[in-house]
């Protein structure tokens, strides 16, 4: 178990010096990329969502199994307008905050203070979701049926 842990420390570490030399968490860049000003960002996202949809056709296609054995299930899941309106608060942080949750730790590494601003948002947000979550949840059951 502590060899797991450690596996685990040591990509946490690897993914941030990752993002730490490509520059995704520079917030000038981000600013620029939002202003289409710098497609470097679009790139390394594009091929992010590339490699999710090969992996997830792989998973799906040949039944890939967890570590317990158990066939992994990646439902699908359709759009709709909590979905949307989820994704459009996360963009707004994203450009405001310079940041979304992967480089979070990242920028606090690096010595930006002001990241423990963004750190303390995300969490608020996440606490603030799982409070209003079970009545989204009933809400969506009730006004849309298949859903």
């Not at 470097?40 to 590339?50: E, F, H, P, R, T």
Request: with cysteine; aromatic share 12%.
């Amino acid at each position: 178990m502590k060899f797991f842990h450690l596996r685990i420390l040591l990509f946490g570490a690897l993914f941030g010096i990752l993002l730490t030399k490509s520059q995704v968490i520079s917030w000038f860049k981000i600013r620029d990329m939002f202003h289409f000003r710098e497609p470097d960002l679009y790139l390394i996202i594009g091929s992010a969502v590339a490699t999710a949809m090969l992996f997830l056709f792989l998973i799906r296609k040949f039944a890939i199994k967890d570590a317990d054995g158990r066939v992994l299930a990646v439902p699908i899941k359709n759009p709709d307008r909590g979905k949307l309106l989820g994704g459009f608060i996360f963009g707004v942080g994203w450009f405001i905050t310079g940041s979304c949750p992967g480089p979070i730790y990242a920028q606090i590494g690096t010595g930006e203070i002001m990241a423990l601003v963004t750190l303390a948002g995300a969490l608020l947000g996440a606490y603030a979701f799982s409070k209003v979550r079970p009545r989204l949840i009933k809400h969506s059951q009730g006004s849309s049926p298949g859903n």
